[in-house]
Nanobody, 117 residues
Framework: VQLQASGGGLVQAGGSLRLSCAAS????????MAWFRRVPEKEREFVAA????????SYTDSVKGRFTISRDNAKNTVYLQMNSLKPEDTAVYYC???????????WGQGTQVTVSS
């Protein structure tokens, strides 16, 4: 599956953004989907994941209550709604599709999110 992320930008602290990740291929609805983020000189960080039917979600502690992951299998798209953004949320955000061995085998190109204080 190929992934195309969009929706990043510059926003003030306290603001909101919604990231989208459009997937090609026929297997989107069978895959767990996730968002990760990376800042320079740090390791990539897990942000959120959603199972294939959208029933189960998980989040890293720092975004719980502020971010919401969702998906629309009819549109082959996964979303990340980000509210109450903080400067420490500044990063390049990547979407990823799960593989059949419990990891993530497909990655989007990344979209920059910058939160100003």
């Amino acid at each position: 599956v190929q992934l195309q992320a969009s929706g990043g930008g510059l926003v003030q602290a306290g603001g909101s953004l919604r990231l989208s990740c459009a997937a090609s291929g026929r297997t989107f609805s069978t895959r767990t989907m996730a968002w990760f983020r990376r800042v320079p000189e740090k390791e990539r960080e897990f942000v959120a994941a959603i199972n294939r039917n959208g029933v189960t979600t998980s989040y890293t502690d720092s975004v719980k209550g502020r971010f919401t992951i969702s998906r629309d299998n009819a549109k082959n798209t996964v979303y990340l709604q980000m509210n109450s953004l903080k400067p420490e949320d500044t990063a390049v955000y990547y979407c990823a599709a799960g593989n059949n061995v419990g990891g993530y085998g497909s990655w989007g190109q990344g979209t920059q999110v910058t939160v100003s204080s």
